[in-house]
């Protein structure tokens, strides 16, 4: 038995588990998106903004990723919506029967968006299905505008991209145009939302675009 | 065979490899570091830097790990020191036989300096001796001051940290003073610089340690 046929065995696993997930979630009408970014891009921080404005008029649940601490799932649980903090103690991105352990304490009753925020990496969460809707992948612009070329899985497996902390453009080398032109290189179809979660700008659009997805 | 026993003779065989390259680099007298950090924090950008202030005085030869692309490659081979680039293909991290193909084809005669710029990633990397001296952990003050505590692991395995993009402190959300105590919190060893390769701030003293170590 060689490593590889293992692998695959894992992620057919996942899939297979990810695919209940993924009834669940359809069975209770909930739209769900998995967030993916480098470490620091600002996931919780968008979550934040993003609990703000949608807070009063849709329902939300939260599940927290991280190799360690629950800061995340704290700073979620202020804003008083339902979040499971994962800790992977190590490993480096959510999979399949995490979420869904984590679902199993959940209650979905009257949830319209789920939210799971993956753990900070921009290879690996990539190639798991983690059961939901869509993935959300988040460039901060201090990362630099050749990132969509250099880990373009990621790319090319999300639906949306965020273009974050738009309000650094002056004082960083990231040329947003061709960020955005390498984007769309990689996946033509991605939908691009540019945001700032320090200035509020951007927010608004992208929970509209939510509110638009909501069953 | 379970795969946490395949695991262990995947990173035995690593740990056998690393020790080879580490006998190689000690035997022509090189220092060795493997920079790690997540995407985007400026690990080729502190290299350009670095190879600025120390070409003519020291010999410095490189290997870029990138998930895809040679873009770094090409940045640094504009230095004229030779540099290979190894593409992982979507892998997380270099591993020490990633590490030792390439030496294979490198001429490490008369080489002081060897740097290895690992994969964007503050995960996978921490787990994989190469063979290096030391692993130097690359943060950039955009990427907030809780993440020695979320990502310790990487913390824990590095000697140096450098705290990157010092210029962007005003602009963002990062208390450099809670930084430094988390990660030393997490390793008291860490022997701390702090850097801005857009301003030039602190690269002398990153440099002036680097000679200091070369053998």
């Given at each position: 038995m060689s490593i590889i046929s293992i692998e695959r065995k894992v992620l057919e696993k996942n899939d297979e588990i990810a695919q209940k997930n993924r009834e669940l979630f359809k069975k209770n009408n909930i739209f769900t998106i998995n967030i993916v970014s480098s470490p620091g891009s600002g996931k919780t921080s968008l979550l934040e903004r993003t609990i703000e404005v949608l807070k009063g008029k849709i329902n939300i649940a939260v599940i927290e990723g991280d190799v360690q601490t629950d800061f995340d799932a704290k700073r979620v649980e202020k804003y008083d919506v339902p979040v499971v903090q994962i800790v992977t103690n190590g490993g480096c991105h959510l999979d399949a029967k995490l979420v869904s352990d984590a679902l199993a304490n959940m209650d979905l009753n009257g949830i319209n968006l789920f939210v799971i925020e993956n753990v900070g990496n921009l290879v690996c969460p990539a190639g798991y299905d983690l059961g939901e809707d869509l993935k959300v992948v988040l460039l901060s612009t201090t990362e630099g505008d050749d990132k969509p070329l250099k880990y373009p899985k990621m790319f090319r497996n999300a639906s949306i991209l965020i273009i974050n902390k738009i309000d650094l453009l002056p004082y960083v080398n990231c040329n947003i145009e061709l960020l955005k032109k390498n984007a769309l290189?990689?996946?033509?179809?991605?939908?691009?939302?540019?945001?700032?979660?320090?200035?509020?700008?951007?927010?608004?659009?992208?929970?509209?675009w939510i509110v638009k997805h909501i069953k």
């Open positions: 290189q990689i996946n033509p179809s991605l939908e691009i939302f540019e945001t700032s979660c320090t200035s509020g700008e951007g927010i608004d659009n992208w929970c509209n």
